[in-house]
């Protein structure tokens, strides 16, 4: 299955947008699926991850309350909400597929597939 970013932009502080992360060559299920980004000259970063029937779904605490993973199996294809951005939420976001659930800090490893990356600026 190969995974492809998109919906990034530039939206404003406080602003919102919607990412998506399409699977082709298969089915999403029964794929666990994470959400990482990684700002210029930084460190890749947690996001959050959706179990592969969307029962569970995990957070980083710098988006926690703000951000929101959801996911279409019929459509393939997974939505990272952001709401209330802000200025250091700038970053390549990237989509990543994992075939085993995960469990806390487990969750930020182990992911296999990796789909392009979609910029994303916030503006003060």
């Known amino acids: 299955v190969q995974l492809q970013a998109s919906g990034g932009g530039l939206v404003q502080a406080g602003g919102s947008l919607r990412l998506s992360c399409a699977a082709s060559?298969?089915?999403?299920?029964?794929?666990?699926i994470g959400w990482f980004r990684q700002a210029s000259e930084k460190e890749r970063e947690f996001v959050g991850v959706i179990m592969d029937r969307g029962s569970r779904v995990l957070y980083s605490d710098s988006v926690k309350g703000r951000f929101t993973i959801s996911r279409d199996n019929a459509k393939n294809t997974v939505y990272l909400q952001m709401n209330s951005v802000r200025p250091e939420d700038t970053a390549v976001y990237y989509c990543?597929?994992?075939?085993?659930?995960?469990?806390?800090?487990?969750?930020?490893?182990?992911?296999?597939?990796w789909g392009q990356g979609t910029l994303v600026t916030v503006s003060s």
């Open positions: 060559g298969g089915t999403l299920i029964p794929a666990v």
């Open positions: 990543a597929s994992r075939t085993n659930r995960c469990v806390g800090a487990a969750c930020y490893h182990g992911y296999n597939s």
